[in-house]
């Protein structure tokens, strides 16, 4: 057998303002604006919990959401959950931070370390209390386009194959599954060889009892642990952009062969693996080619355009500002992305891709894609002072304070200068 034609005769099950593809926070973000918006939304995802790497893939840390000198940036429905987060499960908000930003500066970093898996369940009541219609166990497959209008998803799920309308459509899969199949411009990247899960053994156990603290009782277990930049990647070991499900299979069997090798040599009765990441830990799988493209030599910058403001995570007082351009292009005029598929390069998609941004970038996406609707305009024409206006009333940063700017401008990433890393603006 060579080939096989396959046809099918879909009628549209249901009609939405706006189609959200992706549960992550980024996801989870914007279809909870939309419904405050008062517009119609479904959320697709793939698996049966929401928040993608931030749950599922255990990376469960709102990483630095302030300057790194006491000044908080990010805000908006990221500082929402941070502290939600904090209410029924691990709360890991340094003292400094315990009441909101410290009157006094402070090289402490206001940060949140939380239970991955009571996180996954209060998002599902976020996205419940806000109104959002949700798919779970549901594969967004192929986009119905006409030229380049966005017209509706096909879906796969237990109830078969079947179709959704809608008017503008988010793209926040983490890996652009859907803008790609629908032929729209997109940027490869590359991971490392990193995966980790979480263990439990008889010490561990025993620090949580003395402490009184059930977060120690989880210890850390990887298979390939190498660090967001690559160092030490082993040269017989390949980079995967993550994008085919051969490269998917063959980073889990050689990660999962050597987490296993890993715990060979443990006495058996002393420990087990506690939590195993349910999605690849990529970091930057493919993003849009967008309008702008966020370089790290971008830092310092003011943006007409800006949907937020956010800081550096891994490097103090870097700050930036997201353009809207980073989310769209001009060409395809009803579809939006946020989060680890925005448009970035280098360092610059590691400085977006993180949880705070995504978040931010989330709630961008949705108010601009609402916005559109009512303006009968493209996502990237939408009128931008009213959309930093909404973003404002939702808490959200747009602009950092130039009070907040070091003297010392030089940008230096993991020991190099940005401008040597990226060559300066595009």
């Known amino acids: 057998m060579d080939t096989v034609t396959l046809s099918k005769k879909l009628s549209v099950k249901k009609s939405y303002d706006v189609i959200v593809c992706g549960g992550g926070v980024a996801g989870v973000a914007a279809a909870v604006t939309v419904a ?121 799920s237990k109830s078969g194959t079947e179709l ?51 977060r120690y009782a989880f210890t850390g277990v990887s298979g390939g642990n190498i660090n967001l930049y690559g160092d030490n990647q082993p040269q017989d070991i390949p980079k995967w952009s993550g994008l085919t499900v051969e490269e998917v299979t063959d980073y889990l069997v050689r990660n999962q062969h050597a987490m296993l090798e890993n715990i060979k040599k443990d006495d058996r009765l002393s420990r087990d693996i506690a939590m195993l990441p349910l999605m690849p830990n990529f970091r930057t799988t493919c993003r849009i080619d967008g309008d702008y493209t966020l370089r790290v030599s971008d830092a310092y910058r003011h943006f007409d355009d800006s949907v937020c403001a956010i800081n550096d995570f891994d490097h103090r007082f870097h700050l930036f500002e997201v353009p809207l351009r980073t989310l769209c292009r001009r060409d395809c005029p009803n579809i939006v992305t946020a989060g680890r598929s925005a448009s970035g390069a280098g360092y610059g998609w590691d400085v977006l891709r993180v949880i705070p941004p995504a978040i931010l970038t989330g709630q961008a996406a949705a108010h601009a894609a609402c916005q559109s609707i009512e303006e009968k305009t493209a996502i990237a024409c939408v009128d931008i002072k009213t959309l930093q206006r909404s973003l404002e009333k939702d808490n959200v940063m747009i602009h950092f304070p130039d009070e907040y700017v070091p003297e010392d401008r030089t940008v230096i990433i993991h020991g190099k200068n940005a401008v040597d890393i990226d060559g300066g603006h595009n």
Not at 41 to 50: G, T, Y
């Open 164 to 214: 959704y309308a809608c008017k503008t459509l988010i793209d926040v899969t983490g890996d652009c599954d859907v803008l790609r199949r629908g032929g729209i411009p997109t940027v490869a990247g590359e991971n490392f060889y990193s995966y980790f899960g979480k263990m439990i053994d008889l010490a561990s156990c025993k620090l949580a009892v003395e402490k009184g603290d059930i």
């Open 36 to 156: 405050n918006r008062g517009n119609s939304v479904l959320l697709i995802e793939k698996s049966n919990i929401l928040g993608g790497l931030a749950t599922l893939g255990l990376v469960n840390l709102f990483v630095p959401m302030c300057n790194g000198n006491g000044k908080q940036i990010i805000f908006g429905l990221c500082e929402k959950w941070a502290r939600l987060s904090a209410k029924y499960g691990y709360d890991t908000i340094p003292k400094e931070w315990k009441n909101g930003e410290p009157s006094e500066p402070t090289n402490v970093r206001y940060i949140q370390r939380y239970s991955p898996y009571i996180f996954a369940l209060q998002l599902t009541e976020e996205i419940t209390s806000s109104g959002a219609d949700i798919l779970f166990d549901c594969l967004a497959c192929d986009p119905i386009m006409e030229g380049s209008i966005c017209k509706g998803v096909i879906t796969e």
